[in-house]
């Protein structure tokens, strides 16, 4: 097979891909590193937003794959209309189950006890103890049950737990339990003391959580954000931090980054961390490893990994 594939890593950091295409690096540099018309493949660069993601597709006239290293497809989906019918765009699954979910873990943790609080008093060298939430005996609902929300759970699985509700687009039942799809979420809000969001950024999970989402919450109930920031109503959610009734960790915010002087930054009971459900030392091996197996797949023509959507398709648009 020849064709140009073009990478975010050289290629000679990644073991054991196939000889044949001809690698190119390109991590979002303004210069191109070839014809865009001659890529048959092309990993989108990591971490660079839609301008950079979508910027050669217009001109990627052969291009066969669109490969992202996120598990979100929404910063590259709207580019794909530029792209002839077939080509396949595979997302990351299997990447970031693991960092995404110690750092939802994390978050979880830090706004239960209270860590926030303990550094600001470290800062002014004021000893604060006192009574404070444990994770224990809590329930926990998990509204997006991917591999990464079952990676949460698989981290939460040791904390004694009351009961962990999961909840996905379609019903189904799993080793863990059953899944409920997203019509009985009204039901399952009341009784979560935590509720995490690690669901993709779709038509129907835009603005999921809006007042009335949040009204059903539990009064002291927890909001966990690992998934993207346009899930939440941020004006919705602002209002019931500024009562005092929920709290909320966020790794993702709408708008994003989010800027200085917006009320998010400083509203009560909120801890935020800017995005970095990713990008950790586990990110890098892994995604070597996919990118060899999907590139000697697709060499040796053999079905990809991770197939969200094909060009053409209806579920295309």
Same mark, same amino acid.
């Given at each position: 097979?020849?064709?140009?594939?073009?990478?975010?890593?050289?290629?000679?950091?990644?073991?054991?891909?196939?000889?044949?295409?001809?690698?190119?690096?390109?991590?979002?540099?303004?210069?191109?590193?070839?014809?865009?018309?001659?890529?048959?493949?092309?990993?989108?660069?990591?971490?660079?937003?839609? &301008?950079?993601?979508?910027? #050669? =597709?217009? $001109?990627? /006239?052969?291009?066969? +794959?669109?490969?992202?290293?996120? !598990?979100?497809?929404?910063?590259?989906?709207?580019?794909?209309?530029?792209?002839?019918?077939?080509?396949?765009?595979?997302?990351?699954?299997?990447?970031?189950?693991?960092?995404?979910?110690?750092?939802?873990?994390?978050?979880?943790?830090?706004?239960?006890?209270?860590?926030?609080?303990?550094?600001?008093?470290?800062?002014?060298?004021?000893?604060?103890?006192?009574?404070?939430?444990?994770?224990?005996?809590?329930?926990?609902?998990?509204?997006?049950?991917?591999?990464?929300?079952?990676?949460?759970?698989?981290?939460?699985?040791?904390?004694?737990?009351?009961?962990?509700?999961?909840?996905?687009?379609?019903?189904?039942?799993?080793?863990?339990?059953?899944?409920?799809?997203?019509?009985?979420?009204?039901?399952?809000?009341?009784?979560?003391?935590? &509720?995490?969001?690690?669901? #993709? =950024?779709? $038509?129907? /999970?835009?603005?999921? +959580?809006?007042?009335?989402?949040? !009204?059903?919450?539990?009064?002291?109930?927890?909001?966990?954000?690992?998934?993207?920031?346009?899930?939440?109503?941020?004006?919705?959610?602002?209002?019931?931090?500024?009562?005092?009734?929920?709290?909320?960790?966020?790794?993702?915010?709408?708008?994003?980054?989010?800027?200085?002087?917006?009320?998010?930054?400083?509203?009560?009971?909120?801890?935020?961390?800017?995005?970095?459900?990713?990008?950790?030392?586990?990110?890098?091996?892994?995604?070597?490893?996919?990118?060899?197996?999907?590139?000697?797949?697709?060499?040796?023509?053999?079905?990809?990994?991770?197939?969200?959507?094909?060009?053409?398709?209806?579920?295309?648009?």
């Amino acid at each position: 097979m020849t064709g140009d594939v073009w990478l975010p890593f050289g290629a000679d950091e990644i073991e054991g891909l196939p000889d044949g295409p001809n690698y190119r690096y390109w991590d979002g540099d303004q210069e191109f590193p070839g014809d865009p018309g001659e890529c048959v493949f092309y990993v989108v660069p990591y971490m660079k937003g839609p &301008v950079i993601s979508q910027r #050669p =597709l217009p $001109d990627m /006239t052969a291009v066969q +794959v669109v490969q992202t290293l996120t !598990a979100g497809i929404d910063h590259v989906e709207p580019g794909l209309k530029h792209l002839r019918p077939g080509v396949r765009l595979c997302n990351a699954r299997g990447v970031h189950e693991a960092s995404t979910a110690e750092l939802a873990l994390t978050l979880i943790l830090a706004s239960l006890r209270g860590v926030p609080d303990f550094v600001r008093a470290q800062e002014r060298q004021e000893w604060r103890s006192g009574f404070r939430p444990a994770l224990a005996d809590k329930s926990v609902l998990i509204v997006g049950y991917g591999s990464i929300g079952a990676a949460i759970e698989d981290r939460l699985a040791p904390f004694e737990l009351a009961r962990v509700a999961r909840v996905a687009r379609s019903e189904r039942t799993t080793a863990r339990g059953p899944v409920h799809p997203l019509t009985e979420l009204p039901s399952l809000l009341p009784e979560a003391d935590v &509720v995490v969001l690690s669901t #993709p =950024l779709t $038509d129907t /999970t835009r603005g999921l +959580v809006n007042a009335g989402f949040l !009204a059903r919450m539990k009064d002291g109930a927890l909001l966990v954000n690992v998934a993207r920031g346009p899930v939440v109503d941020t004006t919705a959610l602002l209002a019931e931090l500024a009562s005092g009734r929920l709290t909320a960790a966020l790794d993702v915010t709408d708008p994003e980054p989010l800027p200085k002087g917006h009320p998010l930054w400083h509203a009560p009971g909120v801890l935020i961390s800017p995005h970095v459900g990713g990008p950790t030392s586990a990110f890098r091996p892994r995604a070597k490893r996919l990118l060899a197996d999907q590139l000697n797949r697709f060499v040796n023509r053999q079905p990809l990994r991770n197939v969200v959507l094909m060009t053409g398709d209806t579920a295309d648009g």
